[in-house]
DNA sequence: CCAAAAGTGTTAGCAGTACACCCATGG
DNA sequence: CCATGGGTGTACTGCTAACACTTTTGG
């Protein structure tokens, strides 16, 4: 009973699947794209892919992010291009039935980005598009006529619930803003996605109080109206201590 | 570029890997198997094995886990048998040079138990054994002589890591706890886990204050010495709030 | 001037820390 | 009687929620 007979083991293909993560208008957004052949033929269905043999899962997944969105993900296991866009492991999902026709078991990975210009497809521009979460959970899961296909609902709500909790206790919020942004853009990116009300006066607080949350960048902005608000980059701190509070409601 | 083109893909063997933690004389340990074959013939290794081809991955790791140290898993995703023991997904590692044999992915999953009788390993007496965590991450990983073969030193470091935090913000604690327990035995649980010492004082009106953490059993106890303690039970409660605090220094 | 968003000050209340103190048992 | 661990009371402190108030822009 060894626990590695390399000999006999039963065949598996392994997959990424991505949750990308944004905040456009307010709103908690996910990144789909529309399935071209069957199984799902015409849902849509999370981003991901094949792993190749000589990749790691990480590496995997920055390659189906770049290819379907252009984004350089910063994974913070390995140092190197940082433009923005936060990438880790979500879950793994391995279901026998998952995939109807074999044995699939898919990496998930969660990425959260800043706003971006408009979703490429390789190129299939109306094959891909931002949805909000809230619209794609109501629609149900792989049974429901509307659904995400596969178990992707599944995994889209687990990497939801993954960044509603992590953003209280780690800087990870300031990945969904642009490289400079105002106190008042970051606390809608909380508002949003945890889908609350925050006061903006205790809000801009305790963000400044908190050190190496924020650092000033130097300039102002008014894009959002009224008076001009201090531009700031993400600080050096990764956990919060104390944490942001989620409201109980 | 299909992301599911089932004729072609790279052929995977899926795997479990179990980090098993209890509290043992007042020290978080890890059940360890001994290698019986190459690569890293014995060596200490994680217990864990091959998916089977119909099963599920939690269903593998419960699977494990009954061979390993006859114990049944309570998966929270799956309503059933609960005997103490906690099982929940860790994270999966793919690196393409973690197995030197063939490629190799391992779904890792953490097991919280109560203190157990004594390990048996299929009836191999010998080859398994509980050790402290600290004396397992200190020999270092497979590069150094005693370390832990394969990259078992990284995965036991992320379930002791998991562990650590989750005993925070939910009552987990409790799953290395017998059924009745006392509060004392609980804060001895946090501390070694922790590394800690932690006020009786504070600790007894913090758990027995927060709703639903723990219910009277009704009983008492003097196993620990001194005046007779209250025993309880778990109570319903997954998620402690506010969260228990661990200090910082 | 008015609306809107950015910031600052103030207060009441709550939760955590530290520690004095009492309780109930075994030896 | 004393050591040991269980359990309660209390003062102090820091964080948070709530909200009054001032600042600085655009229209």
């Not at 998930?108 to 809230?134: E, F, I, K, T, Y």
Request: net charge negative; proline share 10%.
């Amino acid at each position: 009973m060894s626990p590695y007979d390399p000999s006999a083991f039963p065949p598996f293909a392994v997959t990424v699947d991505l949750v990308v993560l944004t905040v456009r208008r307010h709103a908690l957004c996910a990144l789909v794209v529309k399935r071209g052949e069957p199984p799902f033929q015409g849902r849509w269905a999370l981003p991901g892919g094949f792993v190749r043999g000589d990749e790691d899962l990480a590496a995997a997944a920055a390659r189906e992010l770049a290819e379907e969105t252009g984004l350089c993900a910063h994974d913070p296991g390995r140092p190197g291009v940082d433009n923005g866009a936060h990438l880790e492991q979500l879950a793994t999902y391995g279901d026998p039935k998952r995939d109807p026709r074999m044995r699939v078991v898919s990496v998930a990975h969660l990425v959260l980005a800043p706003d971006l210009p408009a979703p490429r497809a390789g190129g299939d521009a109306n094959s891909a598009r931002w949805a909000p979460v809230d619209e794609l959970l109501a629609a149900g899961d792989a049974e429901a006529p509307g659904g995400l296909a596969f178990d992707h609902a599944q995994i889209l709500g687990d990497g939801v619930e993954r960044a509603r909790s992590k953003i209280e206790y780690s800087s990870l919020a300031t990945a969904f803003c642009p490289t400079e942004f105002t106190v008042g853009e970051l606390r809608r990116v909380y508002e949003a996605v945890w889908g609350v009300a925050l006061d903006p006066r205790n809000f801009h607080r305790k963000v400044t109080g908190t050190p190496g949350f924020l650092v000033p960048a130097g300039g102002t902005t008014t894009r959002q109206g009224g008076r001009p608000a201090q531009l700031f980059r993400a600080g050096g701190a990764t956990l919060l201590n104390p944490p942001m509070l989620r409201p109980e409601v």
